[in-house]
Each structure stands twice: as C-alpha cells, then as structure tokens.
C-alpha cells in the first residue's frame, strides 16, 4: 500500500466548523509536520488564528504546530515565541532534535537576558525552570550547576547542594567553575561568599578553598576569625599550615588588613599569641628558606653562561645587556654573582644605562634574600660619596626587585630617595623599586609622591612613574586615579611617558571583570595607538584566565584590524592571558593567527603562546612556535626563542623537544652573522632555561586555579622589553621556586626521607654542558731511514730470517691498527650512551683483567675489555628534605607510612607542615645556614702588603 503524498484532506479540516475536526486535525498534523512541513506552512496563517482563538480547547497544540513549521522553515525567534507559547504542550523531555535545539535556544536566549539584567518572559522563565527542576529530578547536580552559574541563578546553585549526596565534592566543583568560568565580578563575589559559607557550616571543614573563597572576597575579617578559632581550640599546627597556605596567596593590602586583624583579635582575647602566624604571613619565615634552598640546590651551568659570553663578544652594547640579563635571570635568587666577579673586566666598560642595567641585575640574583639586601647594594646606593646617577638608580631598582611584593618596610626609604633627587635616573630607579616594594598595596603615600613627579613631565621618570603607579593601585579600580592618568597620558608629549602610564592602567584592571569595561572601551576608542595597545592590555589582565568567548573576539578581530601594529601585537600578546587556566586551548585558537602576513601578529601569537604555556611543555604550542625560528623577520625569531623557552622552562630530560631546542640556542647564540637582535633573545631564552639555578618554574596560576598577581603583572611588564631592557627583570616576578620544604611544629627543618613513586630520570636536572675533549697524542712511531733498513738486511743471517723479520712488523703494525680502531669505536659508544642516560642513571663499570696466553708460535696477545652496562633504572626515588619538586612531580610525592612525621592536612603549597607522631625521640635538624651577603665593587683595588721595615743603607 503506499505511503501517504499529502496532508491535503487534514489541511481542510482546519476550515470546519465542528471544534472536534479542528481538534483531530492539529493533533494529526503534529505527527506528520517533519515531514510535510512545507504544505503545512501555507495555511500557516489559519493555524495562528486557531492559538488565537481563545475558545479552542486545543489553542496551545495549535501554537506547537507553528513552532514545528518555523523550526523546519529556519525561522528559530518565531519558532521559539510559539514553542513558549504552547506552554505544557511543548515538552521538552522528548529526545529529539526539534526539542534540543529549542529548549536550547530557549536557555540562550534566558541567559542572555539574565546576564543583562533585562525583564525575563515569564514563558521563558517557565521553560527554564522546568528544565532545572529535570535537572534535579534526575540528579544531574553538576550540569544545574553549571546552567545556573550562566544564568546568575543562586538560589538553584544552593538547592543543588543541598539536595546532593556529596556536598563536598560538589562544592569544590562548583568553587572551580566560579574561578575559572564566571566573568561577571559581582556574581562570582556572591556565589564565593554563599561557598564560603556553606564550607564554614560543614563538619569537616576544607580550609584550603574556604580561604581561596575568602581571599576572592577580600574577607580579611572572616580569615583572622578562622585563625584565631584554630588556635583557641588547640590546632595550631593546621593554623601554621594555613598561615604558609595564606602567605602565598594574599596581596599586600588584603594582608595588612589581615595582620591588622589578627592583632585586634589578639587584644581583645586574652592570653591569645598570633605573632608565629603573622610572622609567616608576612613572608619572615618562607622567605629564608627559599633563598637557602637556591643558594645551596645551585645548578647554574658556569660553562654555558661563559662560553655565552665568549660567543656574543663584546663588541655592542645590546649584547653587553643581553649577558647581564641572562646572568641575572639565570641565578635568580641563588644570590651567586660569582660570574660577574670573574668577569670584572667586562663590567669595567661599561657605562650610562648598561651600568644601571648591570647594577639593578644585583636585585634578581639576591631576589628575596631581605636580610642582606641593605648590604650588597650599599656600594651603589646614593649615598655623599657615590654621586654615580646611573649606578645609585640601578640600586634602587635592585632593591625593589629583591623587596617584590613583601617591601612595606622600604616603601618610606624608596619615597624619601624619589622626592629628594632630582636626576631623572635616580628617579626612575626609585619609582620602579617603590611599585615594586608598594606592589598591590594601593597606598595613598606612594600615589602621591609617583604623582608629583610624574607632573615634574620628564620622560625617563615618567615612564617609570606610569608603571609604578599600576604595580602600587595593582586590581584596585580607583576612578580619580584612572582619570588622572589617562588625562595626563592624553595631554602629555612624552611617548615614554604615555607608554608607563599605559601599562599602569591596564595593571589597576586586574581580574575587575564587567567592571573594567568601562575603562577598556575608553582606552580601546582612543586614537592614540598607544592607548589603544593600554585597553588591549587591560581586557588581558581584566579577564585573565577566564576564557571569555566575547572577550577572545573582541581581541582576535582588533588583531586582525587595527590600523596600527603596536596595537595588533597588543592584542594578540594579551590572549595568552586569557588561557593561562587552560592553556591547551590556545594553540587551536591562534594556529591560522600564526600565519598572519603582518610580522607583528606573528610576534604577538608567540609571545601569547609561551605565557599561557609556561611551564607546561605543550606540543602543540610548540609545533606552532618551532617553525619561526626560520622566519625572515628579526623580531619574529627573537619571540620564538623567548616563547619556546617559556614553555620548556623546568621540563624533564625526557621531553622530545628540549635538547634539540637548547642545540638550538647555542647555534644562534654563536652565529656572528645572525641580527644582533635574535642573538638577544637566543641568550634571554638560554637563561630562562637556567632560571634559578634550575630550581624556579613560571607559575602564573597557583593551585587550586588561583591567578598568581605578582606574576602576571611581571609578566606583562617583561613583554615590554621590547622598549625598555630593563624591564627584562619583571620576569623574576613570576618565578616560583621548585622546592618542596618540611616543617615541624617549631618551625625547624627535620631529617626526612620522602618517596618520588617516579624513575629518578624523569625528573632529574637537565645535563650540564661538557667541556671539550682534548684528543690524547698517540705516540710518534721512529723514524726508520732506508740506509738502517739495508745495515739491518745486512745482519741478518740469511733469507729466511730476514722473511720472519718483515713478516713480524708487519703482523705488529696490523695488530695496533686494528687496537687502534677498537678503541677509537669504543669512545664512541661512550659518549653515545652517555648522551642518552641523563644525571641520575646509573652506570655499572665493569673492567676486566688482562687476560695473557701463549700460542704455538709463542705469540702474546693482550687484550683490555672495557664494557658499560645500564642498569635498570628503579621505579622510584627518595629524596631529602628539602628537594628540589616540579610541579608534575607533586602528584607522585608521598611520604613512607613507616615515617614519624604526617602533614596536619592534606599538603598543599611549597612548604608542608608536618606532626611529630614520636615526640619523646630526639630529633634530628637540619640547621638552616645564613647565606652571606657579597657585593661587586668596579675597579677595587688589590690588597696591600703585609708590613715590613725599609732600610735604604742595605745594598742590593
């Protein structure tokens, strides 16, 4: 029988008169309008009158008619408006694809409006709610979750919770959604706070992302109340652990206030001690140990950094900085300037900028070692006997750089020195060393004093005075102080200055979300370039980390339109911002972007790769950067040698990509042909591999998906040394040392055995450079003269002895050849192997003994065997308290069940807190030396003698 060609007959029923025709042919015609939807929609009218017509029963089934025929004509508003409409009669359990993409579209539609805060249709809203309550019903907890967190509903995020049986895991997922996804700031606060509290109420309470959510709120209130609960009731090792937690998270103003809290609790409760937790919070104590831990943990390659040296020359002055900046960067805060030392006689030309340069260096390679720092930059602080303006800014740069971020107890010298002076280097210095020290503070003493000399209108120090005001106002948005600087930057004539002040603007917006945007849309619709490359910094650090899809457009079509190339690299540098969460993402997203015609594009494609990378040693990322190291554009090669380097930073012997990328470097770094300015960044790229004597990492994201402040501010200021080579120092603002520190409970370091359950070769240091073998010479054979030849024929007694004779010397020569080349293939497969095994792979040598025997011709061989055999690599390591730990290697540590001492909690963070399960035994400390402060004095002079008595009547 055939199937039906037409709804025809159905279609005339709808003229009727009778309601129960009308009513048969809706409900016949919903079967049948996926497939003949076309006919349907000509008597599309009738069936709008039928919805209507209040007084037909089935009115509504009439609206879901309409929806399906918009649906198939493509007409998805209309097809909407009549699935809402059609009220209970549209149901959207029904698993096919007309109910997806219109509940869907539905949802899209609700989101959008709540996320502008617009009046909601009810139908709408009713179409919404059914769908969370499904949600609920079926148990699909984490999905509400999310549709709610887009939607800005709070009420369904707390029955969702509520009604779950894991509170806890579903609270730390939603509390990873919230970070990571929500860009709405006043939303994200509030579901923060609710997660705060709902963490408070629970039995057992995870403090770890209890204070992550306190730390978003800017709750110091709710901290030091926390804190102070714990050590009323006896826990104090888990508030020691939290205050090493706190220490690493917390800005400089939220931990003022917290410092400031506590010792109003303190008062008001007596008998209460906090000075041990604000000592730890204040950085008094984790400080010392990292700088112990770098000095003593030093693997900085000497060999490489001098054969660097000897590779660049001397003979310009950007390869003069280049080499101060890799020595700095390659010994951050290992406080070890032994290179500069032996190489005075390089320092000794040096002059103007190349000498601040190379003095404010000093501040990086003793970064946080506080107690010493007055010390080493004595002989180049201003001071009545060194008036050398390019040394005492320098110094205070230094010192700005060593106090980063923990420097309230210089900000009073650093002001002093910026107002009394009024050389336009010292002030520079000053300024940069007071945002550093003031960094995140947002004190209104150091706006003041950067502000009048920004008004003083010099360009070297306004420069430093733009910059400075944003690392000091560092995520606080204050409209006067936006205003003063965008005003100045707009009446201003300096470029240098209105460049300072753009990055200062675009560091106040840091992670303000929506309510940043006002001040982005002024900067981005500016004509200058420069302030329009400010608002394209201002969305990266305003929307960091989130991955915001409007915001990844906004900035991917101002890359691709911008008449101005500045404003281009602006753009596409600050994508890497935005994936610094997830950093996998970004090579998709910026693949076809690579291959833009415009070279700046391509620079800041790189730049954006190897920030939101760092660290991770992604492939894909670096199948993107590898093929520019041939690009014919300068600049292009330089970003890829500092992006690679950023990515590969801290990666494991066994990466695929790092020994031919550090082959790489050292062939750039010797090509005298190559462009001076690759040849930088070759050498910049070399010591970021080397950063910290192989012991620091690039961490812009802390666990637990928090953003690293101080280290994206570094970062974005790094990215200007394509102006400025100094600011090549920021970068020290993002190291985070790689070191894993037990405690006990008094603060001292114990003897402890910890397990890595991984091979020891795949976390060991990379391998030292090796010096160049210097052949052995082999013997010179005599000189035989065909006279000694006849004189010897000569004594021999007859033929045949002379026959043995020529055949003896020749069966000898034959014999050494053949040694000759078995050693030779020996060495070989020496280096070879050893070119393979890395550092910690152990070697079993195997020598055996000369064996000697006779053969009938009475002929003696000796044989020497020499054979290396690879043992099999353990499954494991043990380390030693303190160890060097990547960030990989984390997951695999744990400590031996059999050992005295447990972390208090769950181990997070650098430095673990540990309890002493055997208090009655001695314990054995490791005592934690003081590191001794050095300093380099140019042109110091030799020794005197020792004394003696002169008597001019002696004779020689």
Known sequence: ????????????????????????????????????????????????????????????????????????????????????????????????????????????????????????????????????????????????????????????????????????????????????????????????????????????????????????????????????????????????????????????????????????????????????????????????????????????????????????????????????IAHALAQCGTTNDTFLRENEDMLSHFTNYAKFTAVSGLGVVHKGHLSAAQSVLQPYLPTEDNNNVYENGGALFALGLIYANAGQSQVDYLISQLTSSLEETVRHGAALGLGLAAMGSARNDVYAALKDVLFSDNAIAGDACGVALGLNMLGSIDDDVFDEMNNYAIDTKHEKTIRGLAIGMALMLFERLEQADSYIDRLIEDKDPILRSSGCHGIAMAYAGTNNPSVIKRLLHIAVSDANDDVRRSAATGLGFLFVRDPEKLPSVLSLLCESFNPHVRAGCLMALG?????????????????????????????????????????????????????????AIKDKHEISMVRFGATMAQSILEAGGRNVTVQLVREGGQLNGPALAGMLVFTQFWFWFPFSFFLSLAFTPT????????????????VSNAPPSTYAYPKMMEPPKEKERGKVEKAVLSISNKKTRRTLSSIGDFELEKKKEEEEKKEKEKKTKKEEG?????????????????????????????????????KKKRRKKKKEEEKFEMLSNPARVVKEQLKVISIPEESRYKPVAEMHGRVIVLRDTTPEEKETIIQVSKIEASSITAGSEVDPPPPFTFNPEVDE
């Open 1 to 324: 029988m055939p199937g039906l060609t037409s709804v025809g007959g159905v279609l005339a029923l709808l003229e009727e008169e009778e309601n129960d025709l009308k009513v048969f042919a809706i409900t016949k015609l919903l079967g049948l309008v996926d497939t003949f939807w076309a006919e349907i929609a000509n008597d599309i009218t009738k069936i709008e009158e039928l919805f209507e017509d209040e007084t037909f029963s089935h009115r509504f089934h009439a609206a879901l008619l309409a929806s399906h025929v918009f649906y198939n004509l493509g007409e998805m508003d209309d097809a909407l408006q009549f699935a809402l409409n059609a009220g209970d009669a549209f149901d959207i359990t029904r698993d096919n694809l007309y109910t997806h993409t219109i509940t869907g579209r539905a949802l899209d539609t609700y989101t959008e409006q709540r996320q502008k805060n617009a009046e909601v249709d009810g139908a709408l809203e009713g179409i919404a709610n059914r769908l969370f309550q499904q949600c609920l019903d079926d148990g699909t907890y984490e999905q509400l979750i999310g549709l709610s967190l887009e939607c800005h509903r709070l009420d369904l995020i707390h029955s969702a919770i509520q009604e779950a049986d894991d509170k806890a895991a579903l609270i730390s997922y939603c509390f990873k959604m919230t970070v990571s996804f929500v860009s709405n700031r006043t939303f994200r606060d509030s579901v923060l706070e609710m997660l705060s509290d709902l963490y408070s109420s629970d039995d057992e309470i995870n403090y770890f992302n209890l204070y992550q959510c306190l730390i978003a709120t800017n709750n110091a209130n709710a901290i030091a109340s926390s804190l102070v609960t714990l050590l009323e009731n006896g826990e104090e090792l888990l508030a020691t652990q939290l205050a090493f937690v706190l220490e690493e998270m917390v800005s400089q103003q939220l931990l003022k206030a917290l410092v400031d809290g506590l010792i109003v609790k303190e008062i008001e409760i007596e008998g209460l001690d906090t000075s041990r937790i604000r000592s730890i919070i204040s950085g008094d104590v984790t400080l010392p140990l990292y700088v112990n831990f770098l000095s003593k943990n030093n693997r900085t390659d000497m060999l490489l950094l001098n054969q660097t040296k000897k590779d660049l020359g001397t003979n310009s002055s950007m390869q003069d900085s280049a080499m101060v």
């Open 611 to 667: 920030i939101a990378c760092s660290g991770t040693g992604n492939t894909d990322a670096i199948d993107l950067i590898e093929p520019m190291f041939k690009d014919h554009i300068r600049y292009v090669r330089q970003a890829a040698y500092v992006a690679m380097a950023l990515v590969l930073v801290q990666q494991p012997n066994s990466h695929p990509r790092i020994a031919a990328f550090r082959k790489k470097l050292q062939e």
């Open 739 to 754: 070191a894993l520190i037990f405690l006990n409970g008094k603060l001292e370091m114990p003897e402890l055995k910890f």
């Open 826 to 862: 020996e060495d070989d497969d020496d280096d070879d192997e050893d070119e393979e095994m890395g550092d910690n792979d152990v070697i079993a040598e195997d020598e055996s003994a000369m064996d000697t025997s006779e053969d009938n011709d009475g002929k003696k061989k000796d």
